[in-house]
């Protein structure tokens, strides 16, 4: 999967003359949390929610609404913006585009296409994603198992699995704490509780939780 696919488009996106209150305007009214920012169809930084709060004056000011308001009147974007922007290519695959982000702590991505803007992948994006690979909206039998970390053992689990009737909605692997072993967690339509433990006994080390989810 590419972040292509994911992504969100069309882009809202503001220039750097923006003054910081209609910045904060539009980011409440389209209930985003960062935007591009373009100057003549270029990309050339990038500004979120909290740059833009960040520009206002401290509540327990002494100025007058009047002097604050005049003041945050004159703040632009440009003035808050970040310059140095990551940006991810629209055949990014959708995992390293969320390693980007992990890694460097940030929100969102803008997503580039032969140079040109094409959409911005943020971590709502993500979940999104990560609620279709876990297989969050479809009803099946969840199952969280660690098993040894050998060739061939997910090519037998899931074959036990097909042969007996079963069919994966979702299927996930993650590395525990015991590096001989890995945690198994996928949905299973088809099989019930009693006979997913029958069935996958010989291949898990240990059921950690079998549930209808």
């Known amino acids: 999967m590419f972040v292509s696919e994911r992504m969100s488009r069309p882009v809202i996106t503001v220039t750097p003359e923006t003054p910081v209150h209609d910045a904060l305007a539009m980011f409440k009214r389209e209930r985003i949390r960062r935007a591009p920012v373009m100057q003549n169809g270029k990309l050339i930084g990038i500004v979120s929610a909290s740059d833009l709060m960040n520009a206002s004056p401290s509540p327990v000011t002494s100025l007058s609404v009047w002097e604050m308001n005049y003041l945050i009147s004159k703040v632009t974007v440009k ?4 310059k140095k922007v990551i940006t991810v290519d629209v055949t990014t695959p959708i995992e ?3 390693r980007i982000m992990a890694d460097k702590k940030l929100g969102g991505l803008p997503v580039m296409r032969a140079g040109k803007l094409a959409g911005i992948i943020t971590e709502t994006d993500l979940f999104k994603t990560f609620l279709e690979l876990m297989g969050a909206r479809t009803k099946a039998m969840r199952v969280t198992a660690e098993v040894d970390d050998k060739p061939g053992t997910l090519a037998r689990i899931t074959k036990a699995v ?10 996930g692997q993650f590395i525990g704490d015991d590096p001989s072993s890995r945690i198994l967690t996928f949905k299973v339509a088809g099989i019930k509780k009693e006979e997913i433990k029958k069935i996958l006994s010989k291949f898990v080390k240990k ?3 079998i549930r209808q989810s």
Do not use: Y
């Open 79 to 82: 003035q808050v913006m970040s």
């Open 96 to 98: 390293e585009a969320a």
């Open 162 to 171: 097909a042969e007996a009737g079963g069919n994966f909605v979702s299927f």
């Open 207 to 209: 059921f950690w939780d």
